[in-house]
């Protein structure tokens, strides 16, 4: 593992980013893992993916696109973690009651699953979130028949919350929030 980089990604790699995310739109499980479809992804402008990318490359400061990097400089998976500040509404319309970060897109591609990146992706976002964003409680989304996920995120630590977000539509109708508070030193 120790030839594989974990770093925010830079704003000349759109497209890097638009790829990986359309290998994750092509995952069996992608239509209960992510709130978008493929067809969709697909056809979206080069501009849409620019944009996209700036928001969270290196240096951002509402959100950082992390993405584990092989030796050859495949970019093997990446999730993206953003602030959501208290007092605005999240993606759902719900309240945002603190200063948060929201970790969603998480992706591996299947060959590289089981072997720590995931484990080093989630290390590099939380300590993006605590220590450059100064958050005190991070949080994810999750769909209730999404078993996988949800296995991965209490092995690191995060616990549901009890909210359930309704999202609808083709994408199903229970994601689950999972959240992991910060454990303040003294």
């Known amino acids: 593992m120790s030839s594989f980089v974990i770093r925010s990604v830079r704003v000349d790699e759109w497209r890097a980013a638009k790829e990986l995310r359309l290998a994750a739109l092509r995952d ?24 996209r990318v700036r928001k ?9 696109q992390i ?14 973690v953003f602030v959501e500040e208290a007092g605005t509404t999240d993606w759902a319309g719900c309240a945002v009651e603190q200063l948060q970060a929201h970790i969603v897109g998480v992706f591996m591609l299947p060959e590289h699953r089981g072997c720590g990146l995931t484990d080093v992706l989630f290390d590099a976002a939380l300590e993006w979130a605590w220590e450059a964003a100064g958050v005190e409680r991070v949080r994810l989304i999750v769909h209730q028949d999404n078993a996988r996920a949800q296995r991965f995120y209490r092995r690191v630590g995060f616990v549901p919350s009890g909210v359930t977000v309704s999202v609808g539509g083709e994408f199903g109708d229970s994601e689950l929030e999972f959240v992991l ?4 030193q003294p």
């Open 56 to 64: 969270g490359a290196e240096g951002a400061t509402g959100a950082q």
């Open 28 to 51: 069996p499980v992608a239509h209960i893992a992510f709130l978008e479809a493929y067809e969709e992804a697909v056809g979206r402008p080069d501009s849409f993916w620019q944009e």
């Open 67 to 80: 993405i584990a990097e092989g030796p050859d400089g495949e970019w093997v998976g990446g999730l993206v």
């Open 181 to 184: 508070e910060r454990e303040l």
